[in-house]
């Protein structure tokens, strides 16, 4: 093990990225996978729907979920909807889903051009283009399902998500001075878990500035939306100004300020380049920073540095 020091900043770059140790990822996909399942259920009860719809009430509250002293948890705001008793759907069209914690404020909300909803599991189906706002994070995107008894949301289709909630950095004075935001094919966001997950051309940019892009990225989430760590898997690409990162896994657990690359084991390595006046790369087996700090650890390491013209520094 070798140890090279490079400034803050650098280790600073490194911003969504968290290990999946003490989480069982093959229990929770399978839970996904149940979910889209229901997703699929629920689309095709829409589109059915769809071609059922005759009389439409307009401008209606529809209860859906109750707690135990009878106040509404859950409820369907719509400027048009119509039931099918039979199968226990509601179509609606112009939709407001609210869902509200037991002293009555609002902890989510979905909004929508039309969806349909399952009164007996309590979930549904967004078509088209549909927001989910939990807290202070909003999801966006086209094809959404959710359900109100798990806290859990889908977006099947170009999913974006913005947030002030959602950190990475440690300082509170640092946080205050962005938004969170990031895009990906599809993404997943269990509230009762803590988990949110982008998978697909996944592109997320921190507060601070810093890119980065992966093929699937997990956020593991405390409290309203507050991070704990996080893990990006897949092509993973970090970039802050002159600096950029590139390996197979990137971790991050915010409480120790701990950040990981790792390369696969097989040809891809941990690598990270600064390019200014001169190209310095530092490459390794895995590479550790610390963020309050401007010390890395390297498993296998390899530093090369050189000057624009091809002259080598070292």
Known sequence: MRRFCTPVVLCLLLVPLSSL??????DWLGKREVF??????LRAAWSNCMGRVSAPAENVTIPVEAFDDGSVKTRVNAAKAQYFLKEGLVWAEGVEVVQHAADGTVEGRIEAATCVVDRNSRSGWAEGVAKVTHGKTVFSGSGVYFSAAESYVQVFGDSRVESDEIRFERSAKKAAAGVFRGRSV??????AAGVALFEGAVCAKGSDGTTMCAD????????????????????VSITNGVRVGTCAMATYRRAKGEVEMFGDGKEILARLTERGEDVRSLEGTRIKFWIESEQVEVDNSKITAERKGGESLL
């Open 21 to 26: 140790f003490a989480f069982d990822s093959a």
């Open 36 to 41: 889209a399942r229901e997703a699929e259920r």
């Open 186 to 191: 599809r993404s997943d966001f269990d509230a």
């Open 216 to 235: 699937r990225v997990y956020l593991f989430l405390a409290g309203t939306n507050d991070l704990k760590r996080a893990v990006a898997v897949g092509d």
